[in-house]
């Protein structure tokens, strides 16, 4: 762990200059301010589980903090890891600790209460994700029944990690939902046509995990901005758990380079924001 973190450290730049913290509680909006929409916080204060074997190691909000301090991320979503499982204690901690700018997205049993889903929904917690490439569900008949009544009950967006390819066939039951979120850009080269067909339906996609995926990302995100340049919202995937590599600043750059400075500033920032709704922003 302490030469990922020491590699992690380099990538991020850790010695540029920082003048807005991750919390961003009482930062005032500036051009460069960045919501990471897609991060994980391992605090072994709180469960943590063995998903397939695998078991992280702690990455606590101080060492994000550190780490995305150089980025100017002052907002962001944090994401419920397989390794999580169904706990919400974390969250509950957390998201009051980070401010109004952050909102939670977790996950949550079949037979989760309505009355808890509003509950959650009242600290910031603003979708539900499944799971699917770590094995959690199989029927996407459960995916849109528990995602329906998420929505009812907390207003909660879905949120998918898979491999999009094997979405292919329920792309119509999938596209009926209120509001769908593709995780890593649907992970795969084979799963991008599936991605688009999504995004032509009001799908957003998730900007992240670029050293996990198997495809070529500059012309995933050339393609998904055509269809609709309101589709991708940034994140920087940290800590990066069974990734091939961890997230770069350099993938920031990439986004940049390859979307033009405009665009790029709706990815880093509105097209998030607008999903997610955090009631400091």
């Not at 150089?70 to 957390?94: E, K, M, N």
């Not at 094997?166 to 769908?180: D, E, T």
Request: with cysteine.
């Amino acid at each position: 762990m302490d030469a990922n973190l020491d590699r992690r450290r380099l990538l991020l730049g850790a010695g540029a200059l920082a003048t807005l913290t991750a919390t961003g509680c009482a930062a005032t909006r500036t051009q460069s301010d960045v919501f990471d929409a897609h991060c994980h916080i391992i605090d072994p204060r709180y469960p943590v589980i063995a998903n397939q074997g695998f078991t992280p190691d702690a990455f606590p909000l101080s060492e994000y903090d550190q780490q995305t301090r150089p980025l100017h991320v002052t907002a962001g979503a944090i994401v419920s890891g397989s390794f999580h499982g169904y706990d919400q204690s974390y969250l509950r901690a957390l998201l009051p600790q980070l401010g109004p700018r952050w909102v939670g997205v977790t996950q949550v049993p079949p037979d989760v209460s309505d009355a808890e889903i509003a509950s959650l929904a009242t600290i910031g917690v603003r979708a539900l994700r499944f799971n699917i490439f770590r094995g959690r569900i199989d029927a996407v008949d459960d995916i849109v029944a528990l995602a329906n009544r998420a929505h009812a009950a907390g207003r909660w967006h879905a949120e998918i990690y898979a491999d999009a390819a094997a979405l292919r066939p329920h792309v119509a039951k999938l596209s009926k939902l209120p509001q769908i979120v593709i995780d890593h850009l649907g992970m795969t080269e084979a799963g991008l046509p599936v991605v688009l067909d999504l995004v032509d339906a009001g799908a957003r996609i998730k900007a992240t995990g670029f050293g996990r995926v198997s495809m070529d990302v500059a012309k995933a995100l050339e393609r998904i901005a055509a269809r609709n340049p309101k589709a991708l919202m940034f994140g920087t995937d940290l800590p990066s758990t069974r990734a091939k590599r961890p997230f770069m600043a350099e993938d920031m750059a990439l986004v940049q380079n390859v979307l033009g400075t405009a665009l790029a500033r709706q990815v880093f920032w509105a097209n998030a924001v607008s999903l997610y709704r955090p009631d400091g922003v």
